[in-house]
Each structure stands twice: as C-alpha cells, then as structure tokens.
C-alpha cells in the first residue's frame, strides 16, 4: 500500500535540485504559477499622487517552498514570504532585481499565454526605468499598460482614472508555437 503522499518536492530530484534548476524549467513553472502585476496605490508624498511598485510573484502551497528556495536560489533575486495560511509565495519587486526576471524571460521566453502579461509587464518596466511614471502623461500610459494586464483594472483604479477605456493599449496577440526545450515544465 502507498502511503507517500507525492507533491511537487517530491519528483524534485528528477526536475530540479538545489542550484541546478534548468532554465527552462522555471520558464515553464512561471508559465504556470508565475504573476507579473504592477501595483498601484494612491499616495500624496509621491510628485502624481500615485505609488507605483512593478512586481513578479509566484504562490504554491507550502509543501513545495522548496521548490521556491531553488528558483530563488538560481536566479539569485527575489524573497519567499508566508502568504496566507497554507501558501507561501516568491516576490521580486525592486527595480534591479526584476531585471534579472526580465533577462531570463529575453533568454527563455515563456511560451502560453501568459507570454502576454510579461509583454506588457515588460512595456510598463521599460517605462518605470525611464522614470516616465513619475509624470503625469507617464503615468496615464501607465494605466494603459496596466489596463489589458491580467484581469484589467481593479475597480478603485477606473474610478480614479474614469478615462482608462480611452488610455487602453491593445494586448498582445500570443500564438503557441511549440514546446522548445524537454526541460520546460
């Protein structure tokens, strides 16, 4: 009788084990858990009014931190964080840090949908680094990035930006085009 219960960290050594995860392998876990988001909060001390915070972000379940603890520990960047009662989650969040993300996703492109966010989050990254957000006409494109990203913007921020539907950008078409490396998960 079986009475291993298998999750992820299990089949560890047979994807990844400590500092030497593939790169294609994380492409592909961040094809499936990975989040690119750019936060916005209003706040007064900043020159519009708004705090502006890119981030990358992957949750799992707290049985598999360990796999968390190898993407972190092969990418170099990033901090892994209690995130609920049962969930943990890797976070990358400051400018030079995300660079790596960025770098590696140039290199390992992902290859699902998601592929999508990352090109917006990658339009809205290249404009945070030109510190175009910290206008007023920058952040307005900012909005129009973030619009088709992921489930679109929160009610709070179409509110506050009432002329959001005329700032939006297209999303990006994605087109799955094949599996490129055994190793993507």
Known sequence: INKTRNYTTVTRGLIANSLNISPWFFTGFADAEGSFSIL??????????????????????????????????????GKINVHGKESVQFRVDSIKELQVIINHFENYPLITAKWSDYILFKKAFDLILAKEHLSKEGLLKLVGIKSPLNLGLPKGLQEAFPNWKELEIDRPCYVFKGIANPFWM
Do not use: C, E, H
């Open 40 to 77: 916005m909060q209003a706040n007064s001390k900043y020159t519009t009014g708004w705090r502006i915070k890119p981030l990358f972000t992957i949750g799992v379940n707290q049985r598999d931190i360990a796999i968390l603890k190898d993407i972190q520990s092969y990418l170099g960047v």
